[in-house]
């Protein structure tokens, strides 16, 4: 069974960057369609973005122009690339496929 494990948050000054990454363990990670969800608190989860098998992208409004997800399926690894970090942007990302969450990682900007 996949696991997903995400790295990467922290607390960043509005403007900035960060880059989360999100760890696959197990088969057959390359046929998965990829995403990025957040969750601010008390807000609903919501899609970030997303990234097929074939490397097919989509984003929500919010994030577009901003944002990039990418994956290296040699790596069994996805990435999300943030830049332009706004306050508004504070939450927990979670990346997923299919079923399968990881524990989610904490992004706070904030000066």
């Known amino acids: 069974q996949v696991q997903l494990v995400e790295s990467g948050g922290g607390l960043v000054q509005p403007g900035g960057s960060l880059r989360l990454t999100c760890a696959a363990s197990?088969?057959?990670?390359?046929?998965?369609?990829m995403y990025w969800y957040r969750q601010a608190p008390g807000k609903q989860r919501e899609l970030v973005a997303g990234i097929s098998s074939g490397g097919r992208v989509n984003y929500s409004d919010s994030v577009k122009g901003r944002f990039t997800i990418s994956r290296d399926d040699a790596k069994n690894t996805v990435y999300l690339q943030m830049n332009s970090l706004k306050p508004e942007d504070t939450a927990v990302y979670y990346c997923?496929?299919?079923?399968?969450w990881g524990q989610g990682t904490l992004v706070t900007v904030s000066s």
């Open positions: 997923n496929a299919l079923t399968i």
């Open positions: 197990g088969s057959i990670f390359n046929v998965y369609t």
